[in-house]
């Protein structure tokens, strides 16, 4: 019900921009969040948009921008200076009051 697209390879100092599908059953009144989890560490908050309200983690701070379209039931990350640290499975998800949906990953590798 989520599809997450848009990982590959940059290099350091690159830009890419994540999107995540929802079906407009769970995307019309869900609080969109991108979670990343790198290798051997914890999966982590990333970004949250609730309403007009966006909440992002210090270590992207001025370079993350999360976003939501309703008209296209869409939520994207755009990324900007990305850094060798930013490497990681990117993951976007859904809050609702009937629960959390999960997108499946896209992975981002940032390496010269």
């Known amino acids: 019900q989520l599809q997450a697209f848009g990982g590959g390879l940059v290099q350091p100092g690159g830009s890419l921009r994540l999107s995540c599908a929802a079906s407009?059953?769970?995307?019309?009144?869900?609080?969109m969040a991108w979670y990343r989890q790198a290798p051997g560490k914890q999966r982590e908050l990333v970004a949250i948009?609730?309403?007009?309200?966006?909440t992002y983690a210090d270590s992207v701070k001025g370079r993350f921008t999360i976003s939501r379209d309703n008209a296209k039931n869409t939520a994207y990350l755009q990324m900007n200076s990305l850094k060798p640290e930013d490497t990681a499975v990117y993951y976007c998800?859904?809050?609702?009051?009937?629960?959390?949906?999960w997108g499946q990953g896209t992975e981002v590798t940032v390496s010269s």
């Open positions: 998800k859904a809050g609702t009051w009937r629960g959390d949906y």
């Open positions: 407009r059953s769970i995307f019309s009144t869900a609080a």
């Open positions: 948009i609730n309403g007009g309200t966006t």
